[in-house]
């Protein structure tokens, strides 16, 4: 349950992988951030998009259970008309791809795991 923007417990029950998350959030048919986020630490790959705010310091602008939060279900803290993606919901609204119906863009482990990676963007 999303309360106050926030989401306390691991989906997972247990702590994410940062080295793992940081492979899904570049993997471009997993997590696919950097096709809207930049962030400092992935300088080195291409094609950087500039869609959504650089994610450099954002463990800093927002607490483990926010983030969390953003991630499962972007609309509930972001606002309904964001472009940043639920990746925790099943209901992703009118431009969900037929291959994501009835199943939601990323599993509760990989998204324990880019939770990881993002808690370390300090
Ligand atoms: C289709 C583009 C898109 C994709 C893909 C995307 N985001 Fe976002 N994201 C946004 C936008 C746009 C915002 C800013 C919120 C707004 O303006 O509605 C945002 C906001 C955020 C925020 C809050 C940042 C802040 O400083 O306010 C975080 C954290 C975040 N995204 C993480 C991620 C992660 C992690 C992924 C990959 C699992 C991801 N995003 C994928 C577009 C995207």
Do not use: W
């Not at 989401?7 to 793992?20: I, R």
């Amino acid at each position: 349950m999303i309360d106050d923007g926030k989401f306390s417990k691991s989906l997972t029950g247990a702590a994410g992988d940062a080295v793992k998350g940081k492979k899904t959030f570049a993997n471009r048919k997993l997590g696919n951030c950097l096709a809207c986020h930049i962030n400092q630490d992935l300088a080195d790959q291409p094609f950087h998009g500039e869609i959504g705010p650089a994610l450099d310091g954002v463990a800093e602008r927002y607490d483990e259970a926010t983030l969390r939060a953003i991630l499962i279900d972007s609309k509930k803290v972001l606002g309904e008309d964001t472009m940043m993606p639920s990746f925790y919901r099943l209901k992703n609204g009118f431009r969900t791809q037929k291959k994501f119906l009835g199943k939601t863009i990323l599993n509760a482990e990989q998204v324990e795991d880019i939770l990881a990676y993002i808690i370390t963007l300090k």
